[in-house]
């Protein structure tokens, strides 16, 4: 009896199967999300374009801020158009190779969301601990080296992804039960042993999200006390004001994504995968979506360049 041929041990494309159990409401489940995919690009691109013409917003904090815009609207970019043509037009085939790079970004970007959280809170740590110091410590030289030690942080990181899902083997058929190729779920697909990639993708999550955590969580617990010990009422609704986008940009980020990454290792049998792929999905387009809202909703000088850029001069802030 021969063996299995290279081209089951390497499958030539995958079939990317949306929402399983929900295939009939598809449609349905499709205008949500694009829905929310406009409001992200159109929103996060705005963003990005008032930063860099607007003279008021030349500063670290909203340098981070278009860095994350950046890193949001290209994470949505590489999932959602892809999964709309699943749902509208059943285009599910997907390149093997397309596949991993599309897996590879994904992880990437996410962990660069993560990195640019943590690198905001640590601006508002210096704003509010060091306001004296905050334009000298923090130099444009100073926030590109971050933003791309950031970067290659994610990259080195999340490479070996690739080459652990491209050694499987294959030979279980080619339907992945989601809507984009995400680690786990492209390794499930192999007959042979991928431990490894289980035990690495744990490690790297933890490694990035404690880390990251911890930083943000020391950069408050500092805020918080700098903040409490300021004699005016004034000043400390102010300061508390400066981190409330922040906040949260965090909580929209990290309550999803915590969600996801549990229930994809521990939960399987307990929640439903239908809910878990649509919950995995908004973990990539609710931040996206949301992040320019909360900034634009609650950051005065964001509010006010908004209002210039639509009406001119026109009108006069006090």
Request: aromatic content about 12%.
């Given at each position: 009896?021969?063996?299995?041929?290279?081209?089951?041990?390497?499958?030539?494309?995958?079939?990317?199967?949306?929402?399983?159990?929900?295939?009939?409401?598809?449609?349905?489940?499709?205008?949500?999300?694009?829905?929310?995919?406009?409001?992200?690009?159109?929103?996060?691109?705005?963003?990005?374009?008032?930063?860099?013409?607007?003279?008021?917003?030349?500063?670290?904090?909203?340098?981070?801020?278009?860095?994350?815009?950046?890193?949001?609207?290209?994470?949505?970019?590489?999932?959602?158009?892809?999964?709309?043509?699943?749902?509208?037009?059943?285009?599910?085939?997907?390149?093997?190779?397309?596949?991993?790079?599309?897996?590879?970004?994904?992880?990437?970007?996410?962990?660069?969301?993560?990195?640019?959280?943590?690198?905001?809170?640590?601006?508002?740590?210096?704003?509010?601990?060091?306001?004296?110091?905050?334009?000298?410590?923090?130099?444009?030289?100073?926030?590109?080296?971050?933003?791309?030690?950031?970067?290659?942080?994610?990259?080195?990181?999340?490479?070996?992804?690739?080459?652990?899902?491209?050694?499987?083997?294959?030979?279980?058929?080619?339907?992945?039960?989601?809507?984009?190729?995400?680690?786990?779920?492209?390794?499930?697909?192999?007959?042979?042993?991928?431990?490894?990639?289980?035990?690495?993708?744990?490690?790297?999550?933890?490694?990035?999200?404690?880390?990251?955590?911890?930083?943000?969580?020391?950069?408050?617990?500092?805020?918080?006390?700098?903040?409490?010990?300021?004699?005016?009422?004034?000043?400390?609704?102010?300061?508390?004001?400066?981190?409330?986008?922040?906040?949260?940009?965090?909580?929209?980020?990290?309550?999803?994504?915590?969600?996801?990454?549990?229930?994809?290792?521990?939960?399987?049998?307990?929640?439903?995968?239908?809910?878990?792929?649509?919950?995995?999905?908004?973990?990539?387009?609710?931040?996206?979506?949301?992040?320019?809202?909360?900034?634009?909703?609650?950051?005065?000088?964001?509010r006010e360049g908004v209002i210039k850029f639509l009406f001119g001069d026109k009108i006069v802030f006090t």
């Amino acid at each position: 009896m021969s063996g299995p041929n290279s081209s089951s041990l390497s499958p030539g494309f995958f079939l990317l199967n949306g929402v399983p159990g929900l295939e009939a409401s598809h449609i349905w489940i499709s205008l949500p999300f694009c829905f929310m995919y406009i409001i992200a690009v159109v929103g996060n691109c705005g963003l990005m374009y008032l930063i860099s013409h607007e003279e008021a917003l030349h500063r670290p904090m909203y340098y981070f801020l278009a860095l994350l815009s950046f890193t949001d609207v290209t994470l949505c970019t590489t999932t959602v158009p892809n999964m709309l043509c699943i749902f509208w037009f059943n285009l599910k085939k997907i390149d093997f190779n397309a596949c991993l790079v599309q897996m590879f970004v994904v992880h990437t970007l996410t962990a660069m969301e993560s990195g640019v959280l943590m690198l905001m809170a640590l601006d508002r740590y210096v704003a509010i601990c060091y306001p004296l110091r905050y334009s000298t410590i923090l130099t444009n030289p100073v926030i590109a080296k971050a933003g791309l030690a950031t970067f290659l942080r994610s990259v080195m990181l999340i490479l070996p992804f690739t080459f652990l899902t491209k050694r499987l083997p294959y030979c279980l058929g080619n339907v992945i039960p989601h809507t984009y190729c995400d680690h786990m779920s492209v390794a499930k697909m192999s007959c042979g042993n991928f431990k490894v990639n289980a035990i690495y993708g744990l490690m790297v999550a933890l490694l990035i999200g404690v880390f990251d955590i911890c930083c943000i969580s020391v950069s408050y617990t500092m805020i918080l006390r700098a903040v409490v010990s300021l004699s005016s009422a004034d000043a400390r609704h102010k300061a508390f004001s400066t981190c409330s986008s922040h906040v949260c940009a965090i909580v929209i980020t990290y309550v999803p994504a915590f969600f996801t990454f549990f229930t994809h290792r521990f939960g399987g049998h307990i929640i439903p995968h239908h809910i878990h792929i649509i919950v995995a999905n908004l973990y990539l387009l609710l931040p996206p979506t949301m992040n320019p809202i909360v900034y634009g909703v609650k950051t005065k000088q964001i509010r006010e360049g908004v209002i210039k850029f639509l009406f001119g001069d026109k009108i006069v802030f006090t």
